[in-house]
């Protein structure tokens, strides 16, 4: 079962799965999602939001791939889908003796700060919206459970609503696409990263060595590169030009959003995620972390 799978990376999760042969159920409360597979397909509505809505949902499942999130919005709808609809699905999950549960969740569960090749071991959740924390109480549902939580940073990839437009902004904002800037950031193609999902739902219970993940190309990408890639779907796309972090920032003052993009890329984002590829026996692609930018944003998309 696949909630959320309407959504941005539900969607490439169900798809995957299905491409996979699994007998899939997928869970959407706005729509029927169409994964573009002809391995038959159950789709159920439901509503996170709404409790009882849930019974029953989970009866004949096997594994719960949970991909639903509330992303903005207000701190009351935030609570009652991620964190009271989390544990709720949980509970219904555990009562229909689900054998694992997969939350994909979000590195912004750390807040603010510098991350070197980091481990989830080893780092501290601080989340500061609420978004943020209300997602780290869907983990604290889920690994209470026995689940598995991945945590991915950056999603590029067909159907992005938040990382390309947001670099697009601050480049606007700029008018110059900086050089220079050499911060290192995960991401992974959502592609990729629907993939590690139902890897992990699907892995050998002895091959999972952790209960939390990153979830992202091993190798990170600097923010000039990250940049680069953006400016050349814009048109026409903004000169190349030396600008260093703090003039930068002057210059996006007053502009909320690209000052947001600007505060993640003005220090290292890079979460260490060898172990999840590890364990699910799988390797990255042997393109460039950044290749997908090709085909999922079109040139003069950006624009």
């Known amino acids: ?24 159920t997928l869970v959407s ?108 109480e869907a983990e604290d549902a889920v690994l209470a459970a026995g689940g598995i939580v991945l945590r991915p940073h950056l999603v590029l990839g067909r159907g992005d609503a938040w990382v390309v437009p947001g670099l697009t902004g601050l480049l606007r904002t700029l008018s110059c696409t900086p050089w220079g800037w050499e911060t290192r950031h995960s991401v992974i193609a959502v592609s990729e990263l629907a993939a590690l999902v139902v890897a992990a739902g699907l892995a050998a219970r002895t091959s999972l060595t952790a209960s939390v993940y ?27 030009q030396a600008m260093d972090f703090g003039r930068a920032r002057e210059r996006l003052a007053g502009d ?15 979460f260490d995620s060898a172990p999840l590829w590890a364990d699910v026996h799988r390797e990255p692609g042997q393109e460039p972390p950044l290749a997908c930018m090709r085909d999922a944003y079109p040139a003069h998309a950006a624009a």
Do not use: K
């Not at 539900?10 to 007998?23: D, I, M, P, Q």
């Not at 909320?256 to 890079?270: E, K, P, S």
């Open 1 to 24: 079962m696949i909630t959320g799978a309407t959504g941005f990376i539900g969607a490439h999760v169900a798809r995957e799965a299905t491409r996979r042969g699994a007998e899939v």
């Open 29 to 136: 409360h706005r729509r029927h999602p169409q994964p573009s597979a002809t391995h038959p397909v159950q789709n159920l509505r439901a509503n996170l939001a709404e409790p009882e809505s849930l019974p029953g949902l989970c009866d004949g499942v096997d594994v719960l791939l949970h991909c639903a999130s509330q992303i903005g919005g207000t701190p009351e709808s935030n609570h009652a889908v991620n964190a009271r609809g989390t544990a709720a699905l949980v509970a219904e999950a555990q009562r229909a003796g689900v054998s694992r549960v997969v939350y994909l969740s979000t590195a912004a569960v750390y807040g603010r700060g510098t991350f070197r090749c980091a481990r989830p071991e080893t780092l501290d959740r601080r989340p500061r919206s609420p978004t943020s924390r209300t997602r780290a």
């Open 214 to 240: 990153h979830a992202a190309r091993p190798e990170p990408v600097t923010a000039s590169a990250l940049l680069e890639a953006v400016a050349d779907r814009m048109a026409p796309p903004p000169a190349r």
């Open 256 to 270: 909320g959003g690209a000052a947001h993009a600007w505060d993640m890329l003005a220090t290292d984002h890079w």
